[in-house]
């Protein structure tokens, strides 16, 4: 990824997370009406806090995130940093608390996916994109 992809990344991350605190959890443009919380993890290099906002599916009262990259053929950043570090924090609507990441197995992880693209079918057109398997990780309180 080149600097101005990144910094446009990190640019619209910004915007994302600025309207996500202001609106108690609730962003609009190509988000509207999804469910969006931001994943706190530390960066696996660096030791950095990063804040990343994505789509959550919540399932029986069960939280999961899906590593898609929007089918990109390698995982997103903050994938890496909660494998190395799976203590990581959540900002769900108004309520911030701690989670322990958990990606899921094969079966358990085909099932949770095949829901949230039950519902959100850009998520079966992203694993399509990519000859990898898109983890999903469960955000367990604690």
Do not use: C
């Amino acid at each position: 990824m080149s600097d101005d992809t990144a910094q446009a990344a990190n640019d619209w991350n910004a915007t994302i997370i600025k309207e996500f605190r202001e609106h108690r959890g609730v962003v609009g443009g190509m988000f509207a009406g999804a469910p969006i919380l931001l994943l706190h993890t530390k960066g696996a290099r660096s030791g950095a806090q990063r804040v990343n906002p994505m789509m959550y599916l919540d399932e029986e009262g069960d939280i999961y995130v899906f590593a898609s990259k929007a089918g990109a053929d390698r995982n997103p950043d903050w994938y890496y940093n909660l494998v190395a570090t799976p203590q990581v924090s959540v900002e769900l609507g108004d309520e911030t608390f701690s989670a322990l990441a958990s990606p899921l197995e094969r079966e358990e992880r085909d099932h949770v996916y095949a829901v949230q693209a039950g519902r959100y079918p850009n998520f079966a057109d992203y694993q399509a994109q990519t000859t990898r398997v898109i983890p999903v990780v469960k955000l367990e309180r604690f």
